[in-house]
Structures are given as structure tokens and as C-alpha cells.
T-cell receptor
Framework: ETGVTQSPTHLIKTRGQQVTLRCSSQ?????VSWYQQALGQGPQFIFQYYREEENGRGNFPPRFSGLQFPNYSSELNVNALELDDSALYLCASSVPRLETQYFGPGTRLLVL | QKEVEQDPGPLSVPEGAIVSLNCTYSNSAFQYFMWYRQYSRKGPELLMY????GNKEDGRFTAQVDKSSKYISLFIRDSQPSDSATYLC???????????FGGGTRLMVKP
């Protein structure tokens, strides 16, 4: 059974740029959630995708957007990067009948 | 007030000690309770999941939920240096898709 994978592991961007982060869900999981974890804090929910549709969104601006593909993999896109977007971005996969979510290793984003 | 409160620590204990980690929450709609362990620069790893008041045991770990007090705990018996990590409580409502996390407690187990 393959776990959740994310790419890239880390990257550096400058303010105003755009970034795309990628996630492959755990085998058999059709739901993907994205979280932002600032240093020293708990993860904050960004949004969730199920059947290629957004299925819930946290308190994040529209410049945070996403996609889910037919193979259940997902992308997180962030436009007009700000310094405060520097964080660990976590992807978690699940199935609707289970309440638990399984996390990938994260992508560490630094905005300069 | 945050929906889920967790003492950030750090909590330092000697090897073999019993560790108690705690969270409080404010929303009685929360129904599902999880504990994750996160090593430095890694993603959170699910340790325990429960949805009812009472205790759930798995090896050295015991999760305890008191819905009447809105209080959850994780106990670690015979703590090991490899248990040194940040422990996150996560809570979910009956409806909705998001996990609401506490800020995490950093635990250090010294040999």
C-alpha cells in the first residue's frame, strides 16, 4: 500500500510569484485535504477535494486554489505569494466513510 | 479563544516516565478525536482515533475523552527517547470535512 506522497519537498519563491504543489493520495483514498502549518503551530485547513470538486474550504483567500484529477491526485496553487505564505503545506487523504485522515510528508515553502 | 487549546510545552521527561498530554475544546459539536505525532520537518502520523467518551488503549498509548468536560488526553507509558516529537490533537465535527488542530505539544524524553 502506497502512502501519501507530495512534491516538491521544499522550494523557495519570491513575493508575488505563483506556486503549484502536488499530492498523490494513499491507495484507495478518493478524498484529498490540504492544510497549511506555520512554524510552531498546528495545521490549518485550506480545502478538501472529493470527486474532483471542492468539498469544503477553510478561511483562506481565493488566491489559494486547487484541483483534483480522476486518479485522485491533487494540486494546490497559490497566486501572488506573500511572505506569510511561508509554511509547511500538508496533503492528507481519506475516504468519506472514515473520519481519519492520513498525511504526507509536506512541502516546505519559503517566500522571500 | 481558539476552538482547540493545547499547551505548547516543551514537556521534558526522563525515559520510562508516564506522559500526559491534554487538549480542551469549546465546540460541543465535535464528535471525533485524533492524536497525531509529528517529528521535526515531517508530516503528522496518526496515533490514535476515538469517537466516544472513555478510554482507548493501543500498546503504550491510551487516549481518553471526556465530552462532558470537553477534554481529551493522551497518555504514553514507559516513554522512550524515540517518542520525542510534537503531539497534535485533532478534532472533527459530525458534519464537515475539516480537522481542527491544537497548536501541538513538544515532548522531549531524555535517556
Amino acid at each position: 500500500e502506497t502512502g501519501v506522497t507530495q512534491s516538491p519537498t521544499h522550494l523557495i519563491k519570491t513575493r508575488g510569484q505563483q506556486v503549484t504543489l502536488r499530492c498523490s493520495s494513499q491507495s484507495g483514498h478518493n478524498t484529498v485535504s490540504w492544510y497549511q502549518q506555520a512554524l510552531g503551530q498546528g495545521p490549518q485547513f485550506i480545502f478538501q477535494y472529493y470527486r474532483e470538486e471542492e468539498n469544503g474550504r477553510g478561511n483562506f483567500p481565493p488566491r489559494f486554489s486547487g484541483l483534483q484529477f480522476p486518479n485522485y491526485s491533487s494540486e494546490l496553487n497559490v497566486n501572488a505569494l506573500e511572505l506569510d505564505d511561508s509554511a509547511l503545506y500538508l496533503c492528507a487523504s481519506s475516504v468519506p466513510r472514515l473520519e481519519t485522515q492520513y498525511f504526507g510528508p509536506g512541502t516546505r515553502l519559503l517566500v522571500l | 479563544q481558539k476552538e482547540v487549546e493545547q499547551d505548547p510545552g516543551p514537556l521534558s521527561v526522563p525515559e520510562g516516565a508516564i506522559v500526559s498530554l491534554n487538549c480542551t475544546y469549546s465546540n460541543s459539536a465535535f464528535q471525533y478525536f485524533m492524536w497525531y505525532r509529528q517529528y521535526s520537518r515531517k508530516g503528522p502520523e496518526l496515533l490514535m482515533y476515538t469517537y466516544s467518551s472513555g478510554n482507548k488503549e493501543d500498546g503504550r498509548f491510551t487516549a481518553q475523552v471526556d465530552k462532558s468536560s470537553k477534554y481529551i488526553s493522551l497518555f504514553i507509558r514507559d516513554s522512550q527517547p524515540s517518542d520525542s516529537a510534537t503531539y497534535l490533537c485533532a478534532i472533527k465535527g459530525y458534519a464537515g470535512n475539516m480537522l481542527t488542530f491544537g497548536g501541538g505539544t513538544r515532548l522531549m524524553v531524555k535517556p
